[in-house]
């Protein structure tokens, strides 16, 4: 049985179990939970090692907390959307539920290469930004998730592999001394979105329990592509064994799930100078995805490759746990968490690179196409499907036409991760000491596939393909640039393997000075070993003289270059805690962080010469925690060294791309700010909001650019910039009140993000925005709760990235009228309805 199917057996099993529920948590229990979050109490096992507990009003870092109960206000649709309340994170979601951005405290890299995703402690995935394999789409949340816990910079680092920035721990749900479940049925009608969470969890005697829970949803897709844009599901499964000293997890997850990759759209500017809309194009619900470019059969040198937009980013995942912790003796903690997975994504996408008039692409490709066919007399473009003429002055309102690229890619990659760790608190001196040693290993096997055709498309909601074609005197056809919309098969290729294996030991020590005052510290060292080979690339003629579509085709050559590389280095962190009041304290702390090259780093480019990024930050802070308010206010400094800036560029001559690598230094400094007020029962407000200076230390280089016609080296000196995509400042604020004896509660997000740019040179500017989300809770019975959701409810027109395939150096498109980027979705509604027992 498929995921799909299992998923939706298990959807209608979880349901039936919670319609016949007979227990409920009371309202006294949630309201003491409540309470006792609000002080601070909850026990923090992220970014820490020792054998004793630490709350989070005692830790010597910052450290977000996100419960089920605030997870379900806001119904995040991915991982990224989960973590836009976090202070010190700039999010980027407007991807889809896969493949989002985040930057921790200015660290500019893209995808999730600044943090780590965890799940109950162990990685999501070694390394959380391999090329086109983002840790969050191996990762899914649904109602298995008790919280989570995030850990922005501390030491992170020292505990977790790739996690310079800080660490996301997603933990589970446990079961307890009785059955107990949750359910959740959601629809969407702006996105035609059906989705069902649930979980279960029982006692089954002698110590032994279990859970069960996953999700199964289809939607089309706010952004409606003509198809399902997200379809499938997930199932977990936990066996857990509790002797007393300690607990023994086994876990398994399956994910079957198909997302859409929303890419860039067509944009314009008005008189005034504000981005807006193209006539014939929706910038809040369109897509260039569509049935037309769904399903397509390229050409390639060794034979047909398929094309299935339809199937999105498509992950079929295994994975496999064992969780371990025994209490050998008092103060004596050994604890092994070991995971497997097993998975094959292939992500297909259109990513738009150029964008033009008609006119203007007639021009610049008529002189090439005529003397390529005797004979031709004039050009026209037409839709690929009907033959129709296209009207070069207004077709859809607009005249325009895209430059697209068709890009399926496969990454078949498993990975072994093993933690092992031994943490002993004891008394020395009337001072304590919680020690903790520890082991990691990873072994990563990766088979990466990537090729690319550049296809021919009008601007229009659900773009259509389009050909040149070379006409006659008599008006017939005699030639054509483009074969069934794709004016260049095999614009991209890419075809390699290895492995790596990652050793990692570390050490930490917790040392209570004095009632008040605790001193931590810790130490890494950690080394990559990586081989593997990457095959060479080749231009071939497919040798269909009637178009140009196949007469510079990248295939591979047959040769592969074998690299072997071995990496290693050491980091470290020290911190103090001084607690000056019980719910009160200050902390500050430094460290020496650093990410590793990996097997990613080479798998496409055997003879790369990456570097090794090392991280200094700096943080201090303030804590107070009451029933009344909560305050966590951090200053932090992060210098970021061997940033490497890629920096690729579409080329609409050969309807190729041209690469290139520059180094440099960054530098972010700024205030994080996470509140809440409770001045009575019925209403709170919070506000999370960040403030930095984000800019590139010492960015100069040579840049080769066209002048008078003439190939010329143009200096550029770009040092002082604000970093790519990163604003200066970032907000959520947060009103809610709660009605009727807790039963009813209603909020609002109000999300402000600064103007940021698109490239280096700070010409492509992104502008600031501002967005309205609401939600509204209503408890009808004590196991059954209604939800009402309004995302986006101005229909804002954000822009969270431009064109990056017009250069993240010097953008190509920052003065064009026309232009590509990235907006959020449109207004769009939710609803759902949730059982409990």
Do not use: C
Not at 109 to 123: C, K, Q, R, Y
Not at 437 to 465: C, H, K, M, P
């Amino acid at each position: 049985m498929t995921i799909r199917g299992l998923a939706s057996a298990t959807a209608l099993v979880l349901l039936a179990s919670t319609s016949s529920a007979a227990l409920a948590q009371s309202d006294a229990g949630d309201t003491a939970a409540a309470d006792t979050a609000a002080q601070g109490d909850e026990i923090v096992v992220t970014g820490r090692a020792g054998a004793g507990d630490r709350t989070r009003v005692e830790t010597s870092y910052a450290i977000t907390s996100i419960d089920n109960d605030t997870l379900r206000s806001r119904a995040p649709s991915s991982v990224t959307e989960a973590l836009k309340s976090v202070p010190g994170f700039w999010v980027e979601a407007s991807g889809g539920e896969g493949s989002g951005n985040v930057r921790a405290r200015g660290i500019p890299v893209d995808g999730f290469g600044s943090i780590t995703l965890l799940e109950n402690g162990l990685p999501v995935q070694h390394d959380p930004s391999l090329g086109y394999l983002n840790a969050d789409q191996a990762f899914r949340i649904d109602e298995s998730i008790e919280r989570v816990e995030v850990v922005r910079g501390g030491p992170s680092s020292i505990f977790y592999s790739n996690a310079p920035g800080g660490a996301v721990n997603f933990i589970t749900r446990q079961a307890k001394d009785e059955l107990t479940g949750v359910a959740r049925i959601l629809y969407g009608p702006t996105a035609d979105l059906f989705r069902f969470d649930g979980w279960v969890g029982a006692p089954l005697g002698n110590g032994w329990s279990f859970g069960v829970g996953g999700y199964y949803r289809k939607e089309d897709g706010v952004r409606d592509p003509g198809f399902a844009g997200n379809q499938g599901g997930q199932v977990r499964a936990d066996l857990n064994y509790d002797f007393g000293d300690g607990r023994i997890t086994l876990g398994y997850k399956k994910i079957d799930d198909s997302t859409i990759f929303y890419t860039g759209i067509p944009l314009t500017k008005d008189r005034k100078g504000n981005i807006v809309g193209l006539p014939g194009f929706d910038p809040h619900y369109g897509t260039t995805a569509s049935r037309a470019t769904a399903f397509l059969t390229l050409r390639d040198a060794n034979g047909p490759v398929r094309f299935d937009n339809a199937d999105g980013t498509d992950v079929n995942l295994d994975q496999f746990s064992l969780l371990a912790e025994w209490e050998l003796a008092p103060g004596w903690k050994l604890s092994n968490r070991a995971r497997y997975r097993d998975s094959l994504t292939v992500r297909n996408g259109v990513y738009p690179a150029s964008i033009s008039t008609a006119t203007a692409f007639l021009n610049q490709n008529r002189a090439s196409l005529l003397a390529a066919f005797p004979g031709a007399a004039s050009v026209q473009l037409r839709y690929s499907d009907t033959g129709e003429a296209f009207d070069v002055a207004g077709q859809n309102g607009n005249g325009d036409v895209f430059i697209n690229a068709a890009r399926p890619v496969t990454v078949d990659e498993s990975e072994f991760l093993n933690d092992l760790r031994l943490a002993h608190s004891f008394d020395i001196g009337g001072m304590t000491h919680d020690v903790s040693i520890g082991f990691y290993y990873a072994r990563i096997e990766e088979t990466f596939q990537r090729y690319s055709a550049s296809t021919l498309q009008d601007v229009s909601d659900n773009s259509r393909l389009l050909d040149l074609v070379a006409l006659n005197g008599a008006g017939q056809v005699v030639g054509s640039a483009t074969e069934n919309g794709v004016v260049r098969y095999g614009s991209e290729f890419a075809n390699g393997s290895g492995t790596q294996d990652t050793f990692a030991l570390y050490a930490a020590d917790e040392w209570q000075v004095m009632p008040g005052l605790r001193i931590d510290a810790g130490v890494r060292w950690e080394t990559v070993k990586t081989r593997g080979a990457q095959e060479g690339s080749k231009t071939v003629d497919l040798g269909n003289a009637a178009t140009l579509a196949d007469n510079s085709v990248l295939t591979g050559n047959g040769i592969f270059t074998p690299f072997d590389q071995k990496f290693d280095k050491v980091g470290y962190t020290i911190g103090a805690d001084w607690q000056f009041a019980p719910r009160a304290g200050v902390f500050a702390r430094y460290t020496s962080a650093f990410r590793l090259p990996s097997v990613g780093s080479f798998i496409t480019s055997a003879t790369a010469v990456p570097r090794t990024q090392g991280i200094d930050l700096w943080e201090a802070g303030l804590k107070y925690q009451s029933r009344f308010a909560s305050v966590y206010l951090t200053g932090f400094l992060t210098d970021f060294n061997s940033y490497g800036i890629g920096n690729t560029k579409f080329d609409p001559v050969t309807n190729g791309y041209v690469s290139q690598t520059i180094y440099t230094d960054t530098r972010a400094y700024g205030v994080e700010f996470e509140g809440t007020v409770r001045p009575t029962s019925w209403f709170d407000f919070t506000l999370n909001a960040t403030w930095q200076d984000p800019t590139f230390r010492n960015l100069r280089y040579d840049e080769l650019a066209t002048v008078d016609g003439q190939p010329t080296l143009v200096p550029r000196d770009y040092s002082g910039n604000q970093l790519i995509r990163v604003p200066k400042m970032t907000l959520r604020a947060t009103p809610a009140v709660t009605l009727l004896g807790d039963r009813l509660r209603a909020q609002v997000d109000v999300e402000h993000n600064a103007k940021r740019f698109a490239d280096a040179a700070n010409i492509s500017k992104l502008p600031a925005y501002t967005v309205l989300n609401a939600s509204v809770r209503f408890n009808l019975t004590d196991q059954i709760t209604l939800w009402a959701y309004g995302d986006n409810l101005t229909n804002e027109l954000g822009l969270t990235e431009g064109n990056p395939r017009a250069g993240e150096l010097t953008s190509g498109q920052a003065n064009d009228l026309l232009f590509i980027g990235r907006p959020i979705v449109g207004r769009n509604v939710r609803f759902a309805v949730d059982f409990r027992f």
